[in-house]
Protein backbone atom coordinates (compact mmCIF):
# COMPACT_ATOMS: atom_id res chain seq x y z
CA UNK A 1 0.00 0.00 0.00
CA UNK A 2 2.60 2.18 0.60
CA UNK A 3 2.82 5.63 2.72
CA UNK A 4 3.46 9.32 2.26
CA UNK A 5 6.01 11.63 3.70
CA UNK A 6 6.48 15.29 3.74
CA UNK A 7 8.95 17.84 2.67
CA UNK A 8 8.30 21.36 3.89
CA UNK A 9 9.77 24.22 2.89
CA UNK A 10 9.19 27.48 4.48
CA UNK A 11 9.92 30.91 4.99
CA UNK A 12 9.49 32.02 8.34
CA UNK A 13 11.23 35.92 8.09
CA UNK A 14 14.07 35.70 11.03
CA UNK A 15 17.31 37.20 10.04
CA UNK A 16 18.79 34.09 9.52
CA UNK A 17 16.45 33.13 7.05
CA UNK A 18 17.05 36.56 4.99
CA UNK A 19 20.61 35.99 5.42
CA UNK A 20 20.14 32.42 3.64
CA UNK A 21 17.98 33.97 1.30
CA UNK A 22 20.94 36.47 0.18
CA UNK A 23 22.80 33.73 -1.34
CA UNK A 24 20.42 31.03 -2.24
CA UNK A 25 18.53 33.40 -4.08
CA UNK A 26 15.15 31.93 -3.02
CA UNK A 27 12.17 32.60 -1.10
CA UNK A 28 11.83 29.28 0.45
CA UNK A 29 14.99 28.57 2.95
CA UNK A 30 13.75 26.21 6.37
CA UNK A 31 13.40 22.50 5.19
CA UNK A 32 11.33 20.32 7.56
CA UNK A 33 9.91 16.57 7.29
CA UNK A 34 6.82 15.45 8.68
CA UNK A 35 5.11 11.68 8.87
CA UNK A 36 1.43 12.96 8.42
CA UNK A 37 -0.55 15.22 6.17
CA UNK A 38 -1.45 17.51 9.41
CA UNK A 39 1.80 17.77 10.19
CA UNK A 40 1.13 17.44 13.71
CA UNK A 41 5.22 14.74 13.50
CA UNK A 42 7.27 17.31 11.48
CA UNK A 43 10.58 17.25 12.50
CA UNK A 44 14.04 19.73 11.55
CA UNK A 45 17.19 21.03 13.20
CA UNK A 46 16.20 25.04 13.86
CA UNK A 47 15.99 27.00 17.04
CA UNK A 48 14.71 25.66 20.32
CA UNK A 49 13.55 29.14 21.64
CA UNK A 50 12.13 31.61 20.02
CA UNK A 51 13.77 34.42 21.28
CA UNK A 52 17.56 32.37 20.78
CA UNK A 53 19.09 31.57 17.39
CA UNK A 54 22.07 30.24 18.90
CA UNK A 55 20.60 27.24 20.63
CA UNK A 56 19.59 25.29 18.41
CA UNK A 57 19.29 21.81 17.66
CA UNK A 58 16.97 19.07 16.66
CA UNK A 59 13.39 19.92 17.37
CA UNK A 60 9.99 19.06 16.62
CA UNK A 61 8.30 21.99 15.12
CA UNK A 62 4.40 23.22 15.79
CA UNK A 63 3.46 24.66 12.51
CA UNK A 64 0.81 27.02 14.25
CA UNK A 65 3.09 28.57 16.85
CA UNK A 66 6.40 30.71 17.08
CA UNK A 67 7.89 31.63 14.04
CA UNK A 68 5.42 29.86 11.82
CA UNK A 69 2.56 31.75 12.67
CA UNK A 70 3.41 34.14 9.46
CA UNK A 71 5.15 31.46 7.79
CA UNK A 72 4.89 31.21 3.74
CA UNK A 73 5.63 27.48 2.37
CA UNK A 74 5.54 25.00 -0.16
CA UNK A 75 4.50 21.00 0.63
CA UNK A 76 5.22 18.35 -1.28
CA UNK A 77 4.49 14.92 -0.44
CA UNK A 78 6.66 11.74 -1.61
CA UNK A 79 5.48 8.19 -1.83
CA UNK A 80 7.66 5.58 0.30
CA UNK A 81 7.26 2.18 0.94
CA UNK A 82 6.10 0.86 4.42
CA UNK A 83 9.62 -0.20 5.66
CA UNK A 84 10.84 3.05 3.96
CA UNK A 85 8.43 4.90 6.35
CA UNK A 86 9.64 2.81 9.49
CA UNK A 87 12.98 3.76 9.31
CA UNK A 88 12.88 7.20 8.76
CA UNK A 89 10.80 7.60 11.81
CA UNK A 90 12.89 4.89 13.68
CA UNK A 91 16.16 7.12 12.46
CA UNK A 92 14.35 10.21 14.19
CA UNK A 93 13.43 8.26 17.38
CA UNK A 94 16.61 7.40 18.16
CA UNK A 95 18.15 11.00 17.94
CA UNK A 96 15.43 12.25 19.86
CA UNK A 97 16.35 9.68 22.31
CA UNK A 98 19.56 11.10 22.18
CA UNK A 99 18.99 15.13 21.17
CA UNK A 100 21.20 16.54 24.00
CA UNK A 101 24.04 15.14 21.38
CA UNK A 102 22.84 16.99 18.45
CA UNK A 103 23.34 20.54 17.40
CA UNK A 104 23.59 23.34 14.85
CA UNK A 105 25.76 22.97 12.13
CA UNK A 106 26.32 26.68 11.45
CA UNK A 107 29.71 25.95 10.48
CA UNK A 108 28.34 23.52 7.42
CA UNK A 109 25.65 26.36 6.92
CA UNK A 110 28.53 29.04 6.14
CA UNK A 111 30.50 26.02 3.78
CA UNK A 112 27.83 25.93 1.82
CA UNK A 113 27.39 29.08 0.79
CA UNK A 114 30.67 28.84 -1.58
CA UNK A 115 30.29 25.12 -1.88
CA UNK A 116 32.50 23.46 0.46
CA UNK A 117 31.37 20.04 1.96
CA UNK A 118 32.00 19.26 5.62
CA UNK A 119 30.54 16.63 7.37
CA UNK A 120 30.45 16.94 10.95
CA UNK A 121 29.26 14.24 13.61
CA UNK A 122 25.94 14.80 15.22
CA UNK A 123 25.72 18.18 13.77
CA UNK A 124 23.03 19.32 10.93
CA UNK A 125 21.37 22.16 9.38
CA UNK A 126 17.94 21.85 8.41
CA UNK A 127 17.87 20.98 4.56
CA UNK A 128 20.73 18.66 6.09
CA UNK A 129 18.95 17.18 8.63
CA UNK A 130 16.05 16.03 5.98
CA UNK A 131 18.37 14.35 3.24
CA UNK A 132 19.64 12.29 5.73
CA UNK A 133 16.73 11.76 6.87
CA UNK A 134 16.03 11.05 3.27
CA UNK A 135 18.75 8.43 2.46
CA UNK A 136 16.77 5.73 4.22
CA UNK A 137 14.68 5.68 1.13
CA UNK A 138 16.58 4.90 -1.82
CA UNK A 139 14.21 5.70 -4.77
CA UNK A 140 14.00 9.67 -3.30
CA UNK A 141 17.64 10.56 -2.48
CA UNK A 142 18.84 14.19 -4.21
CA UNK A 143 21.67 14.07 -6.51
CA UNK A 144 24.01 16.01 -3.77
CA UNK A 145 25.65 15.44 -0.68
CA UNK A 146 23.64 16.13 2.50
CA UNK A 147 26.40 18.35 3.73
CA UNK A 148 25.14 20.47 0.22
CA UNK A 149 21.84 20.30 0.65
CA UNK A 150 20.47 23.40 -0.09
CA UNK A 151 15.99 23.42 0.48
CA UNK A 152 15.17 24.29 -3.11
CA UNK A 153 17.02 21.45 -3.85
CA UNK A 154 13.93 19.07 -3.02
CA UNK A 155 12.10 21.03 -5.59
CA UNK A 156 14.12 19.33 -8.10
CA UNK A 157 13.63 15.98 -6.88
CA UNK A 158 11.13 14.28 -9.27
CA UNK A 159 9.73 11.68 -6.34
CA UNK A 160 8.27 14.53 -4.76
CA UNK A 161 4.85 15.95 -5.83
CA UNK A 162 3.94 19.47 -5.00
CA UNK A 163 0.47 20.17 -2.82
CA UNK A 164 0.19 23.17 -1.17
CA UNK A 165 1.87 26.30 -1.74
CA UNK A 166 1.12 29.74 0.21
CA UNK A 167 0.26 30.41 4.24
CA UNK A 168 1.59 27.48 6.38
CA UNK A 169 -1.71 28.62 9.27
CA UNK A 170 -3.99 28.71 6.33
CA UNK A 171 -2.74 24.73 5.17
CA UNK A 172 -2.82 23.26 8.75
CA UNK A 173 -5.91 24.62 9.86
CA UNK A 174 -7.37 23.44 6.47
CA UNK A 175 -5.98 19.46 7.34
CA UNK A 176 -7.17 19.87 11.08
CA UNK A 177 -10.33 21.50 10.86
CA UNK A 178 -9.34 24.12 13.25
CA UNK A 179 -11.85 26.71 13.40
CA UNK A 180 -10.67 30.14 13.26
CA UNK A 181 -10.61 32.78 16.41
CA UNK A 182 -13.95 35.17 15.82
CA UNK A 183 -12.59 38.79 16.35
CA UNK A 184 -14.99 41.21 18.25
CA UNK A 185 -14.90 43.68 15.37
CA UNK A 186 -16.59 40.51 13.55
CA UNK A 187 -18.90 39.30 16.36
CA UNK A 188 -20.00 43.05 16.65
CA UNK A 189 -21.02 42.73 13.12
CA UNK A 190 -22.67 39.59 13.21
CA UNK A 191 -25.01 40.80 16.24
CA UNK A 192 -26.09 43.80 14.00
CA UNK A 193 -26.92 41.46 11.16
CA UNK A 194 -28.81 39.07 13.25
CA UNK A 195 -30.51 42.43 14.88
CA UNK A 196 -31.46 43.46 11.84
CA UNK A 197 -33.70 40.51 10.74
CA UNK A 198 -35.35 40.13 14.16
Not at 7 to 33: D, F, P, Q, R, V
Request: glycine fraction near 4%; proline fraction near 4%; aromatic fraction near 10%.
Amino acid sequence: MGKRIYIILSNTGTLLSKAIGMYTKKELNHASIAFDEELNEMYSFGRKSIHNPFNAGLIKENPMEGLFQRATCAIYACEVTDSEYMRMKSKISQMEQQKQLYKYNLIGLVLVAINIEIERENAFFCSQFVATIMKECPSSQLQVAPPLVQPHHFEQLSALTLKYKGNLQTYVSSRREIEQPIHISDWRKNVFSIANFM
